[in-house]
């Protein structure tokens, strides 16, 4: 998902430490930085560690779980990546790299003392990603699995991109961003017109964009693009031959991720939801939810069935 203006470095960060936030330090090949978290609920059987999309987004767009989590009795816990915004955003390209996002992942559990007895974990997106590389490293702690509106692998999501949603659009206006995407200028304010046009109202979120709930506007005005071009590339039509996650492909190890696994897709995301019920199958205690209303954001544009499921996977792991 791609920023519509410029990144935004927060300033006074530690001003922003409040209501049950913190700043977590984290280890990395190129020095220590510090990574924001903020706690909402009190549940000590059931935390859930909210994974943003991207990559290089925000929790922001996320808050749409405000609505429903807190009233459910689940303690969950909003957390921006290294690099964004309430986070510390270095300047070191060689950071973004996902093993890396991995180990800061494990260090977040270990300084909230999350552990196999409580621990869910949440992946949105580029979160899904995430989520899947954590579990196939850690799943020793872990009592969920939260994999949202993302496929297991890059090379079958290009193929869908390229099959299934580029064909379905005006042809004329996709030779316009290919062409303007050739010519390295996705920053035009036509790219992003011809995006929001075809694409972004169709998949990624079905309401007109004035309409677009002010916590997504915001995310999206944060983005950092320095960790967004390179991880996935400049297009949004798929990712780029020569990011670095060009060649992710986790489908064939899924069947060895064996704690209970929630996949949610939705009918007219960017992503196959052929292939996320199949992600469901292939998990061994995986089910899969089905937003028919929603696109990528279904937390937002078919909102009730998405947290109807989710609430009612997450009530499932209380029982006894």
Not at 87 to 107: A, C, H, I, K, N
């Amino acid at each position: 998902m791609r920023g519509m203006s410029g990144y935004l470095d927060y300033t006074g960060r530690d001003g922003l430490l409040s209501g049950g936030a913190q700043l977590i330090p984290i280890s990395t090949p190129r020095g220590d930085f510090r990574v924001w978290v903020k706690r909402i609920g009190n549940n000590p059987s059931l935390r859930m560690l909210l994974l943003h999309g991207g990559p290089g987004g925000t929790h922001e767009y996320l808050e749409a779980v405000d609505s429903y989590l807190p009233g459910a009795g689940i303690e969950y816990y909003h957390y921006d990546q290294l690099g964004s915004a309430y986070s510390d955003q270095p300047d070191e390209p060689s950071l973004w790299e996902l093993d890396r996002f991995v180990d800061e992942v494990e260090q977040v559990r270990k300084a909230l003392r999350l552990d196999r007895d409580n621990f869910v974990l949440y992946g949105q997106s580029w979160g899904g990603i995430l989520a899947i590389e954590y579990a196939l490293h850690h799943q020793q702690h872990l009592r969920g699995l939260v994999i949202s509106n993302m496929m297991s692998s890059v090379p079958a999501y290009n193929a869908y991109a390229e099959q299934v949603l580029m064909p379905a659009m005006d042809q004329a206006k996709l030779a316009e961003i290919k062409s303007l995407e050739a010519s390295g200028q996705t920053e035009d304010p036509r790219y992003m017109e011809l995006l929001v046009e075809q694409h972004y109202v169709q998949h990624v979120l079905r309401m007109p964009p004035q309409d677009w709930p002010e916590p997504v506007q915001r995310m999206f005005r944060h983005l950092n693009q320095q960790i967004y071009v390179s991880m996935q590339g400049p297009s949004e039509l798929g990712i780029s031959a020569d990011a670095k996650l060009a060649h992710w492909d986790r489908f064939g190890d899924l069947a060895s991720i064996d704690v209970p696994a929630l996949v949610i897709g939705a009918r007219y995301d960017t992503m196959d939801p052929a292939h996320m019920r199949q992600m469901a199958e292939r998990l061994p205690q995986g089910r899969y939810l089905s937003c028919e209303n929603g696109s990528h954001l279904a937390m937002y544009d078919d909102q009730q069935a998405y947290f109807a499921g989710l609430l009612d996977f997450l009530h499932g792991l209380a029982q006894p």
